[in-house]
């Protein structure tokens, strides 16, 4: 076959959370390594680019390969090795993509669909990283730029167009979403925690990320009321200063082991005047509660307890699942879009090879014929070479029309056909030549690393 | 070509308001976008419009219910861009927007024949009153929108009922500010409506207050809101009691506007 385009393929070898325990990820994730994990997988023959991913939850190898089977072969080999795994376990632990299938794996982990918790956002920024590190190591190339680039954009667009990652799936965080859906903006706000157990300081650092701007902490040993404030950056009450810090804070957030109520329905009764009218959200995460929920028939004060929240977060995790469903449709018509990129990709050697067939005839008749005419003017001279130059693009142009607009299924075929027709030769050393230019930006790195040791 | 303007303008509100409501259940960014180009459209081609019916009556188009509805619609539409330029307040044009386009149907509905102007309106204080106090039920209208849309939400919280409807509505204190600040703004406008009617009473009629049912009833509207607004600076009144007033408030000023001249005629009628 006169076309060379194994390059383009794409390999996905890893381990995520469901595939393997934590032992066999931390060495997959060759940690002790003194080099970037990345450059061993680099300067394998078979692999072309490389981007190399490693979180808690998932250690992957994504290429640009090739030839698959090689490749593979190549990399598994070399793994286990260094990460001394056996080839039977790590057989067993890992998954392979290729083609479509890896396409669709990475867009899936760069939105968040293969998480642990599907919609958390922090895996996104963990592939940016990783992205990044290859890129400076001059390991990905035009494949993997295009395809992590694309990946971004789409967990991006799955972000936006999606509400996936718009609910909260834990206690701590719906408490957080409903004061915002209560006081909107929470700048300016100040929260109290009443005992001072760790979902509590949880909920309470939640509060502070999101701009609380005043807390205080009150527990039954005062020590540890300080302790906390101390951590979180707010002061420390006793007990019986609680009724009267209500008068004045806008959020409570209440975990005391008391057997009975520590808010009566009474003492807010008495305190909404002074306060104002001002709005009151308690968060009762204590079993037994410790706020009477009959506080929540009083006009402006809102109490949400334990079950409640659980509730929520329930019903969160369901739409999540929900909207994951809405996700991979967007997957399924991004991964359309970049393979009709990736074929497009044969296409522009093809047609630049024809075109400079088509040009060195054009140029070298040209010459011949002009040998003979001697006596022409320059305007003579001009006429000759517009006609052959308007003959080449004529006869090339339904050719080229063709192979750019043709359907994916006969493509391939159609590039075979015109590259066999026309005997373009050209086109693999064509592509030899961008893996050189690909290979010289390793040599600059290489020589930043000298300086570096310099 | 003002009636095939007015039509116009309302099918640019129709669009707008299925526009926002699309946006209301599909929350599509895209679609509210496109739902504000039509009100902005909208609002433009009923300026045209007013504005032509003002140069073939001859005077300020604020005259009969056709002119009257007309102009609240547009005042209403007006503040309403305004209000959302500075504040983006979610899921408001959803219920703003099927308002604007209510009152520009019963704009629509009115005999539209242009009437000769009785002598006693004939005064620059007619533009000036009646602009201002149509202004000020603009804005008033939209507190009643924000307000209800605080009952709601409230009661979404209250209830632990946190589905679509609790996602769609922006939060409980954002709501009340917003509704506070148009009654803020609306109040002083419809002081100073009433102020400038008695003016013009004055120099029409000779007194400056005469019991006409127009006229009380603009007042209890008035002792209400001011009511509201002095519980709202001085007790802290807020949330849901000030919800509630709004929307008495807002019906009262509904009766001043349009149920006097229709069960308690007097000397204030509006043409027809």
């Keep these: ?454 | 070509m003002t009636e095939f303007l007015l039509h116009l303008t309302l099918i640019a509100y129709i669009l707008a308001t299925a526009g926002f409501l699309v946006n209301l259940i599909t929350l599509r960014k895209d679609v509210e976008r496109f739902a504000t180009y039509f009100l902005l459209a909208g609002l433009f081609i009923h300026t045209l419009s007013i504005l032509l019916r003002w140069i073939s009556t001859g005077h300020p188009p604020i005259v009969s219910f056709h002119e009257v509805f007309s102009f609240l619609a547009w005042a209403l539409c007006l503040a309403f861009l305004l209000f959302q330029m500075g504040h983006k307040l979610k899921a408001l044009g959803a219920f703003i927007s099927p308002i604007i386009t209510l009152v520009t149907v019963l704009s629509v509905i009115q005999p539209k024949k242009i009437l000769p102007l009785p002598p006693v309106l004939q005064s620059y204080w007619l533009p000036i009153h009646a602009s201002i106090s149509l202004i000020s039920y603009a804005l008033l209208t939209m507190s009643f929108c924000i307000s209800i849309m605080y009952l709601i939400q409230e009661r979404q919280i209250k209830k632990k009922r946190l589905g679509a409807i609790f996602k769609r509505l922006p939060s409980l204190q954002t709501l009340d500010t917003m509704a506070e600040k148009c009654l803020k703004i609306g109040f002083p406008f419809l002081t100073l409506g009433i102020i400038t009617g008695s003016i013009w009473a004055e120099k029409a009629w000779g007194a400056y207050w005469s019991w006409d049912p127009k006229e009380t009833w603009s007042l209890i509207t008035w002792l209400l809101y001011a009511a509201l607004l002095h519980q709202r600076l001085t007790v802290g009144w807020r949330g849901k009691r000030s919800a509630y007033m709004t929307i008495i408030g807002f019906l009262a000023l509904l009766f001043t506007f349009i149920g006097v001249t229709y069960f308690l005629p007097g000397a204030h009628s509006y043409a027809s």
């Design chain 1, 1 to 454: 076959m006169p076309l060379d385009m194994p390059s383009k393929e794409i390999l996905v070898i890893g381990v995520n959370h469901k595939t393997a325990p934590v032992e066999v990820r931390e060495r997959l994730a060759l940690n002790q390594m003194e080099n970037p994990p990345i450059k061993l997988f680099w300067e394998l023959p078979s692999v072309r680019e490389v981007v190399f991913l490693s979180t808690c939850n998932r250690v992957e190898v994504i290429a640009g390969v090739k030839d698959y089977s090689s490749a593979r072969d190549e990399i598994i080999d070399i793994w286990t090795k260094v990460a001394q795994v056996p080839t039977e376990n790590f057989l067993k632990s890992t998954y392979t993509y290729k083609g479509e299938e890896a396409i669709r794996h990475v867009f899936r982990v760069a939105s968040s669909l293969d998480s642990m918790v599907v919609g958390e956002p922090q895996i996104l920024g963990q592939l940016k990283s990783a992205y990044r590190t290859a890129h400076e190591l001059g390991c990905s190339g035009q494949i993997l730029n295009k395809l992590m680039h694309k990946a971004f954009s789409v967990a991006k667009k799955i972000r936006t167009e999606t509400r996936i990652a718009s609910q909260a799936v834990s206690i701590s965080y719906a408490a957080v979403e409903l004061a915002k859906k209560i006081f909107g903006d929470l700048s300016g706000k100040s929260a109290m925690l009443i005992g001072a157990g760790e979902m509590a300081e949880l909920a309470a650092q939640h509060l502070i990320t999101n701009g609380i701007s005043e807390l205080k902490v009150a527990n039954r040993t005062l020590e540890r009321a300080i302790e906390l404030s101390k951590t979180l950056g707010g002061e420390a009450i006793s007990l019986a200063e609680v009724e009267d810090a209500l008068i004045d804070v806008d959020i409570v957030i209440s975990s005391t082991g008391a057997p009975g109520f520590v808010v009566k329905k009474e003492q807010i009764q008495k305190i909404m005047r002074p306060r104002r009218h001002r709005l009151l959200f308690f968060i009762d995460i204590a079993v037994p509660r410790d706020v009477d929920p009959e506080i929540n028939d009083i006009e402006n004060c809102y109490v949400f307890d334990i079950d409640e929240l659980k509730e929520v977060v329930e019903e969160n995790k369901a739409e999540r699942q929900k909207e994951a469903v809405k996700a991979e449709r967007i997957i399924d018509s991004e991964i359309i879009k970049f393979k009709s990129w990736l074929s497009s990709l044969d296409i522009v050697p093809v047609i630049r090879g024809l075109q400079e067939k088509a040009e060195s005839i054009r140029k070298k008749e040209l010459t011949k014929t002009l040998k003979n005419l001697k006596n022409l003017d320059e305007k003579e001279l001009k006429a000759i070479e517009k006609l052959t130059q308007s003959l080449v693009s004529k006869i090339l142009h339904d050719p080229i029309i063709f192979l750019k607009k043709g359907n994916s299924e006969n493509k391939e075929e159609a590039l075979v056909m015109i590259s066999k027709i026309f005997s373009l030769n050209g086109i693999n050393e064509m592509q030899e030549t961008s893996k050189k230019q690909s290979h010289s930006c390793e040599d600059t790195e290489k020589k930043a690393s000298t300086n570096e040791q310099l």
